[in-house]
């Protein structure tokens, strides 16, 4: 008898600490797996089995059960029956997650973004404005041995933590090898997570041309002009260098998972970080600096419709990006951290974008300098990091040129930008850390394209 008490209180203490483990990251857990849910559902059109099988079958989120709601266009998830999370889908918009406590009426923007994506028959026009490819390649290219590297690479590591859903090469502004996984296509809006980052970049760097948004001076944030973050600039929080402390952990608790799973307003939240360093002494990886850039951005629009259309009006539709989708968090702000969905062959697009130096088919899109300033390696950043763009000066990428630089994501999302080889090249997917040899991948490519001439 004594040894089943024994055993029956273990069990009890082991229950005991896995409800004192898991329930505080219960809304974390759902909040995830709702947005995610959502996003890929109403957004990338996926059936919800693929969305279950793929994008949240791991770590403690694969325990979360989802359901969509097609008449309110709304996706839940729950944890056996607790912590129920619900984000919500408007056109244009996305999706977004309705914090616990907060109500769908009180959503800010509007029930849809009524700003068509243009042109209206993009199968008909020219790549890269539009979907028609060239009948010939550029000389050199040699397409099925270019078609088999990419293969060889797109098959590389069959475990799941390896999964890859697209791999594009464009080269002289031709789209020279794609490859896609079942279920995905040219034209399948794919989370860019922290790619989102340099989308955020390019709309600064817009705003900044307008006359807005100077980059040196400090920033005019009222709860910061009593304390040591009135030195912060625009520039610091570009670099990822203001001195704020923040934690940008996703496998627990943490500053960036309440921000994205908890939090209404996430460049409030972004903003009542406290100092960690002097501003420009330490370089520090942070979205929520990144998410305190797009309320910055927000608070420059009289209008919120104006805001909200920004993205379509001034980079989306001018460069053909016709499935791009920013979302906003509850607040009505877009998630300019995390959160944008877009095809293959339209972040291919913003590649090109920034590999032609901002301009596209001859029209100015970013300022011009903007792209050397991007890609400018922040002083602390041992030539890794610019201005929400990662670089290869530091030669992380060995088999790749110093010149690269990179829109990188969570679970292996990257356009690479060579400008020293006319190059553009993305890979999607869903790869654990560390998982994916992009190395091997930018230098197996490589060896496919004719020598800089």
């Given at each position: 008898?004594?040894?089943?008490?024994?055993?029956?209180?273990?069990?009890?203490?082991?229950?005991?600490?896995?409800?004192?483990?898991?329930?505080?990251?219960?809304?974390?857990?759902?909040?995830?797996?709702?947005?995610?849910?959502?996003?890929?559902?109403?957004?990338?059109?996926?059936d919800l089995e693929s969305i279950q099988q793929e994008d949240l079958n791991f770590s403690l989120v694969a325990q979360a059960s989802v359901s969509v709601n097609e008449e309110d266009q709304s996706a839940s998830a729950t944890v056996s029956g607790l912590a129920r999370q619900t984000a919500i889908y408007r056109p244009g918009l996305g999706?977004?997650?309705?914090?616990?406590?907060?109500?769908?009426?009180?959503?800010?923007?509007?029930?849809?973004?009524?700003?068509?994506?243009?042109?209206?028959?993009?199968?008909?026009?020219?790549?890269?404005?539009?979907?028609?490819?060239?009948?010939?390649?550029?000389?050199?290219?040699?397409?099925?041995?270019?078609?088999?590297?990419?293969?060889?690479?797109?098959?590389?590591?069959?475990?799941?933590?390896?999964?890859?859903?697209?791999?594009?090469?464009?080269?002289?502004?031709?789209?020279?090898?794609?490859?896609?996984?079942?279920?995905?296509?040219?034209?399948?809006?794919?989370?860019?997570?922290?790619?989102?980052?340099?989308?955020?970049?390019?709309?600064?760097?817009?705003?900044?041309?307008?006359?807005?948004?100077?980059?040196?001076?400090?920033?005019?944030?009222?709860?910061?002009?009593?304390?040591?973050?009135?030195?912060?600039?625009?520039?610091?929080?570009?670099?990822?260098?203001?001195?704020?402390?923040?934690?940008?952990?996703?496998?627990?608790?943490?500053?960036?998972?309440?921000?994205?799973?908890?939090?209404?307003?996430?460049?409030?939240?972004?903003?009542?970080?406290?100092?960690?360093?002097?501003?420009?002494?330490?370089?520090?990886?942070?979205?929520?600096?990144?998410?305190?850039?797009?309320?910055?951005?927000?608070?420059?629009?009289?209008?919120?419709?104006?805001?909200?259309?920004?993205?379509?009006?001034?980079?989306?539709?001018?460069?053909?990006?016709?499935?791009?989708?920013?979302?906003?968090?509850?607040?009505?702000?877009?998630?300019?951290?995390?959160?944008?969905?877009?095809?293959p062959r339209d972040w291919a697009r913003f590649g090109l974008l920034y590999l032609h130096d901002g301009l596209w088919m001859g029209e100015r899109i970013l300022p011009e300098g903007w792209v050397d300033y991007s890609t400018e390696?922040?002083?602390?950043?041992?030539?890794?990091?610019?201005?929400?763009?990662?670089?290869?000066?530091?030669?992380?990428?060995?088999?790749?040129?110093?010149?690269?630089?990179?829109?990188?994501?969570?679970?292996?999302?990257?356009?690479?930008?060579?400008?020293?080889?006319?190059?553009?090249?993305?890979?999607?997917?869903?790869?654990?850390?560390?998982?994916?040899?992009?190395?091997?991948?930018?230098?197996?490519?490589?060896?496919?394209?004719?020598?800089?001439?």
């Open positions: 008898m004594k040894r089943w008490l024994y055993v029956l209180l273990g069990l009890l203490l082991i229950l005991v600490l896995g409800a004192w483990y898991v329930y505080p990251r219960l809304p974390i857990i759902t909040g995830y797996a709702a947005k995610m849910t959502c996003s890929c559902y109403f957004v990338a059109d996926r999706c977004t997650l309705i914090p616990n406590g907060f109500a769908r009426d009180i959503l800010a923007g509007p029930e849809s973004l009524e700003i068509p994506a243009e042109p209206a028959q993009p199968d008909t026009v020219p790549w890269p404005m539009g979907q028609q490819l060239a009948d010939t390649l550029p000389d050199g290219i040699q397409a099925d041995a270019l078609a088999y590297t990419v293969k060889q690479h797109f098959d590389q590591g069959e475990e799941d933590d390896k999964h890859t859903r697209a791999i594009l090469v464009v080269y002289k502004d031709q789209l020279v090898a794609e490859e896609y996984a079942p279920g995905f296509d040219s034209k399948t809006p794919i989370l860019g997570w922290s790619m989102t980052k340099s989308i955020t970049n390019a709309l600064v760097g817009i705003r900044h041309s307008q006359g807005y948004l100077p980059l040196y001076e400090p920033l005019d944030i009222p709860e910061w002009q009593d304390d040591e973050r009135q030195n912060i600039t625009l520039h610091h929080l570009m670099q990822m260098s203001s001195g704020l402390a923040w934690e940008e952990v996703y496998s627990d608790i943490a500053d960036a998972t309440k921000m994205l799973y908890q939090e209404p307003d996430f460049a409030e939240y972004a903003g009542q970080s406290i100092m960690g360093s002097v501003p420009d002494s330490v370089w520090s990886y942070s979205s929520g600096t990144t998410n305190l850039i797009s309320g910055i951005l927000r608070a420059t629009f009289q209008d919120d419709s104006d805001y909200w259309s920004f993205p379509r009006r001034v980079l989306f539709n001018r460069i053909g990006m016709r499935t791009a989708v920013m979302e906003p968090d509850f607040s009505g702000t877009y998630v300019g951290s995390s959160y944008c969905f877009a095809s390696p922040a002083r602390q950043s041992e030539g890794q990091y610019g201005a929400q763009i990662w670089l290869n000066e530091g030669g992380e990428l060995p088999a790749a040129p110093r010149d690269m630089f990179s829109f990188n994501g969570f679970q292996g999302q990257r356009v690479f930008v060579l400008p020293s080889h006319d190059l553009v090249i993305v890979r999607m997917g869903l790869s654990a850390d560390g998982t994916f040899d992009f190395n091997a991948m930018v230098r197996d490519i490589l060896a496919e394209i004719p020598p800089v001439q």
